[in-house]
């Protein structure tokens, strides 16, 4: 099925990562020590106390000289003393304000690095989720299947976790030459570069249109539970029409692609195989070689040698689990040694050799020993990996991995997905944009044929008088309740205030055509009171038997009721329906 330019414009917005740059302020400077200048100009009342020392002794030579000379040298060191020490503590004073002021800017700057290292994790978490979180995705309307082959994310897959730069970029202050500066704030400074410029943990993901193979090479399980990661979340991403997975597994391995089965993206693409020329079983999981051609169709096979080309659908994703690529290069044509245009082979060989050609991805697992803990360290092994090829410098991550129980389970809400959107009558898949038209919100596929038994079918509980008048900006659906406040709505009665202009006119409009649209005119009636003889409203009650129009005439008010030989009419089915239900029948008026 072709994809229109709005299914390709119907994906919600997600968050987007800051962008900028932070110099950081320099490191407060050392004060530089007077030394021997303060010395110097401490000991000069020190010369001025040993003269009259001398004169004190020279004309009193007995016991007060002494004394008085004494005192005058004692006091004259203690100003020397005293001196010194409060040069010497106000420095440190200064240094201390200074450390403490350089502190508090660090700390305000780490507040902004963290809310933008939070917003990155978030924008990068948004489209390549952790596998645990596939589960939940699967059955949001608005996020599954959200990718189409315009997008640029498009057949992007997670595969991992790795260590990424900030996204504002954190640049060193400009120091002049022999700057003596503050060792505690220059080593703060230093560890706060080195602590935020990376984000460890951010997803790694693997642009597949670009690899005619992906080589998974590590023990069964290991790379089996990888695969799954990656199947699985090209179903939740990608639409039916644009990806598809065929698995080839050896009988002693099939049982670990079961769950595949339930994925509405592992139907046969061979049409002739799903109408008995093959009696064929409609999944593409086999075990035999030879059935893979059959199974996955001419349109697929004669598709010209991989280009790269972006735009071909459906994307065709590949498993070999225990099969020799060699041989099936030989027996099948999908395992083509140059590769065919939309179509990725994951390969899990036993052995392996050089690595010659630049669209084939190898995917090595290893182990490695990480330390935990600060007075006593921990170690524990952990799975790495190393994505690398011939045009790809080495990168390491730490791999994902989905259990075949949390597999199963995506498969199983992702085909309840297909089952709801087949059993229409429809031929299309459902649009997911959120659409801010009113029959879009009511479920009105087509406004020339509305199914008025189905729209007005008696409504109970939370859905009666509740109707769609618009999207928030979450593209949220909007509703208006008016029910009574015991009835957890928020009426029975309104107040709608706006300047001339503003839309007042518009949302009653909406209010009363979605009212209309969604009862039947037995228990809703529309009482319009204006007293000007040009009213909205009026258009309404000629093709419509909810209203009943009251005009200003010089006689008073008068109303008038369209269809006023059918006004008895009106409540039978819904009355009828009421007692059959064993609900009241309960009439509004608005």
Request: with cysteine.
């Amino acid at each position: 099925m072709a994809i229109t330019a709005e299914q390709q414009n119907s994906r919600l917005e997600g968050p987007k990562p800051p962008k900028g740059k932070i110099v950081l302020q320099a490191p407060p400077e050392l004060e530089p020590s007077d030394g021997v200048n303060t010395l110097l100009t401490s000991l000069v009342p020190l010369l001025g106390t040993a003269s009259a020392m001398v004169m004190m002794l020279m004309t009193n030579s007995g016991l007060t000289g002494m004394l008085t000379g004494g005192m005058f040298m004692v006091s004259s060191l203690g100003f020397v003393a005293v001196n010194g020490f409060r040069q010497r503590s106000q420095r440190m004073a200064n240094l201390a304000a200074a450390r403490r002021e350089y502190l508090t800017y660090l700390a305000g700057i780490r507040k902004t690095v963290r809310t933008a290292g939070r917003k990155q994790r978030n924008a990068a978490l948004w489209n390549a989720p952790s596998p645990s979180s596939l589960t939940a995705i699967a059955q949001e309307p608005e996020r599954c299947w959200e990718r189409v082959p315009a997008d640029d994310d498009f057949m992007i897959l997670r595969c991992g976790t790795h260590s990424v730069p900030l996204c504002l970029q954190l640049e060193s202050p400009e120091l002049p030459p022999l700057a003596q500066l503050d060792p505690v704030s220059a080593s703060a400074a230093h560890r706060f570069m080195l602590a935020h410029k990376t984000l460890h943990n951010m997803p790694y993901g693997i642009d597949l249109r670009k690899y005619k193979r992906v080589e998974l090479l590590g023990n069964e399980s290991q790379t089996q539970a990888l695969a799954r990661a990656m199947i699985c979340q090209a179903a939740v991403w990608h639409p039916v029409e644009c990806c598809r997975v065929l698995v080839l597994a050896s009988a002693d391995r099939m049982g670990q692609w079961e769950w595949v089965r339930l994925l509405p993206h592992n139907r046969v693409l061979n049409e002739k195989y799903l109408e008995g020329t093959y009696n064929g079983h409609g999944f593409m999981l086999t075990s035999n070689v030879r059935e893979v051609d059959a199974l996955i169709g001419e349109e697929v096979l004669n598709r010209n040698r991989r280009t790269g080309d972006n735009e071909i659908a459906p994307h065709v994703l590949v498993i070999n689990d225990g099969f020799d690529r060699t041989v099936l290069s030989r027996e099948s044509r999908l395992f083509a040694e140059d590769g065919l245009g939309g179509v990725t082979v994951f390969d899990m060989p036993n052995d392996w050799g050089e690595l010659e050609e630049d669209d084939v991805l190898r995917v090595l697992y290893s182990q490695t020993v990480v330390e935990e803990g600060l007075n006593v360290l921990e170690k524990r092994d952990i799975n790495m990996v190393e994505v690398f090829s011939t045009a790809l410098k080495p990168v390491e991550i730490q791999p994902d991995e989905l259990t075949v129980e949390e597999a199963l389970c995506i498969a199983k809400r992702l085909k309840s997905v297909h089952v709801n959107e087949t059993g229409d009558d429809s031929s299309q898949s459902v649009n997911r944009k959120k659409s801010p038209e009113l029959p879009d919100l009511l479920g009105i596929s087509d406004i020339r044929h509305i199914d008025l038994a189905k729209l007005w079918a008696y409504r109970v509980g939370k859905e009666r008088l509740r109707v769609p008048i618009g999207l928030f900006d979450d593209t949220s659906t909007a509703f208006l309740d008016i029910k009574e406040m015991g009835q957890h709505g928020m009426g029975p009665h309104g107040v709608l205030v706006g300047a001339t202009g503003s839309g007042k006119s518009e949302v009653l409009r909406t209010l009363v055509l979605s009212l209309a649209l969604s009862h039947s005119p037995g228990p809703v009636e529309f009482r319009t009171h204006r007293l000007q003889r040009r009213c909205h409203f009026r258009r309404y009650g000629r093709h419509a038997s909810h209203f009943i129009h009251h005009y200003e005439s010089r006689q008073g008010s008068v109303a008038r009721r369209p269809y006023g030989r059918r006004a008895g009419w009106r409540s039978q089915p819904t009355s009828g329906a009421a007692a059959r239900c064993g609900q009241p029948c309960q009439h509004h008026r608005i």
